[in-house]
């Protein structure tokens, strides 16, 4: 029988105790401690055992100090002809009052009931703390992927890759890991946080490991690269697997989104460029139509086509700057009757 139960006893010989002898010969199925030397602070799920006149030398503080626990089962031994007032048990209300005889047999029935209660009791105990475990990383997981829910929704306000690096350590921050954000993309972006010549140190690991793939672990040190940044953590929780496996997961995730947005940015500048160079060509373009407009025959049909067809391409790159339209003469030229009209090429590009 393993029953993690204790008999408490006033003196330095549990056998001159009250029932100390009894539970001496059951052998080492009851630990037995005097009360001076027990310790409430290292509590676990057991039964504490006591003789009902020990417990009643004991003041009403210490008795509590003892016995009223979570985790633990408090029994009161007595004789079976002891008498007990009403008192007494609103007294030690919680507490168990077992009224034994000298047969060992039924002493050992007592515990052997006591061992099957605090296994339910321990098994009761384990799934509490496993349920509290769980809901703790339930929570620590929500409130985590808010954040990079958060992260993500405010990265499309970001239109500065600067901004996107400080948002991204903001989140690593939060979480109270130490990183650095390299940005490849010309101009580079390289932001961390330590300073001075540490700085030239992470740039260089991100440099080394940019091509030894997705993730490179060595020791504390994580690197994540994407196709646009890179990002190095210097203290992830390697003593702790599940806590760096979870972090490992969302940190690719929050990377690829903000690789993601550096190429939209890409795109967008890009169309900028292509636009504002397009628009430039076709005022270009519209210059030299309304020259030659100018100079030759305003009533040439071919002519007046291709500048109206120039403008509603001015139009659909820039419709808020649309030039304005051209006037044309009404007035014909001496020559218009004679003169054959003859296909004239413009060559825009």
């Avoid at 702790?240 to 690789?259: S, Y």
Wanted: hydrophobic share 40%.
């Amino acid at each position: 029988m393993n029953v993690d139960c204790i008999f408490l006893h006033p003196g330095p010989d549990a056998r001159q105790a009250p029932f100390g002898s009894r539970l001496t010969a059951l052998g080492q199925v009851v630990q037995l401690c005097s009360i001076s030397d027990f310790d409430v602070s290292e509590r676990h799920v057991q039964g504490i055992l006591m003789a009902a006149e020990t417990l009643d030398e004991l003041d009403s503080a210490r008795v509590k100090q003892i016995v009223h626990h979570p985790l633990t089962i408090p029994v009161a031994l007595a004789e079976p002809g002891a008498p007990f007032e009403e008192t007494w048990f609103r007294r030690y209300q919680g507490i168990e009052l077992w009224r034994v005889n000298e047969d060992p047999s039924e002493l050992r029935f007592h515990l052997n009931a006591l061992e099957t209660r605090l296994a339910l009791l321990k098994s009761l105990h384990e799934t509490a703390d496993h349920a509290h475990d769980v809901a703790l990383q339930a929570m620590t997981a929500a409130s985590e992927l808010s954040v990079y829910i958060s992260i993500i929704e405010r990265s499309h306000e970001l239109r500065d890759r600067t901004q996107l690096a400080h948002a991204l350590l903001e989140v690593t921050r939060s979480f109270g890991l130490v990183a650095s954000v390299w940005i490849i993309d010309a101009p580079p972006v390289f932001i961390s946080d330590s300073s001075g010549p540490e700085d030239g140190a992470d740039l260089a690991l991100l440099e080394h490991h940019r091509a030894d793939g997705r993730i490179v672990d060595s020791g504390s040190r994580t690197l994540f690269n994407a196709t646009h940044l890179s990002l190095l953590v210097k203290n992830m929780p390697v003593t702790n697997p599940v806590r760096c496996g979870e972090l490992k997961d969302n940190l690719c995730i929050l990377l690829h989104a903000m690789d993601a947005r550096i190429q939209a940015i890409r795109n967008e500048q890009r169309w900028q460029q292509q636009r504002a160079s397009a628009a430039e060509l076709g005022q270009q373009a519209l210059d030299v139509l309304r020259q030659c407009q100018a100079g030759n025959d305003a009533g040439t049909p071919g002519l007046g086509t291709v500048t109206t067809l120039v403008e509603q391409l001015y139009r659909t790159l820039i419709p808020s700057a649309a030039p304005e339209p051209m006037a044309c003469s009404t007035t014909a030229s001496p020559q218009a009757d004679t003169a054959p009209v003859t296909d004239t090429k413009v060559t825009l590009f």
